[in-house]
Nanobody, 116 residues
């Protein structure tokens, strides 16, 4: 069983920054993809960014140029640095792990609210 624990959400004004953290109970010695998704009220959950075991990163168009995903293997933590936040970034942000060996796991989510 893999556990993902998110932190770092909060309330910020437009133009501000937040850094989300996702601590994983264990990184496997396999090819795995860890990412951030978000879900705004009344909308479907959508991809924000992913990072692979080989540090290949992928971003949604809405995140390019403003968000940066990174990982610290020693701390078993994946980060999402979010800059120049906009009110439309308001959502619950979820950490997600996708492993061909260990399966798929979601965190509980952390709320990000951006005020105008």
């Amino acid at each position: 069983q893999v556990q993902l624990v998110e932190s770092g959400g909060g309330l910020v004004q437009a133009g501000g920054s937040l850094r989300l953290s996702c601590t994983v109970s264990s990184f496997g010695p396999f090819v795995e993809l860890i990412g951030w998704y978000r879900q705004a009220p009344g909308k479907q959950r959508e991809l924000v960014a992913t990072i692979s075991s080989g540090d290949i990163m992928h971003y949604a168009d809405s995140a390019k140029g403003r968000f940066a995903i990174s990982r610290d293997n020693a701390k078993k933590t994946v980060y999402l640095q979010m800059n120049n936040l906009k009110p439309e970034d308001t959502a619950v942000y979820y950490c997600h792990l996708d492993s061909s060996v260990r399966g798929t796991y979601w965190g509980q989510g952390t709320q990000v609210t951006v005020s105008p």
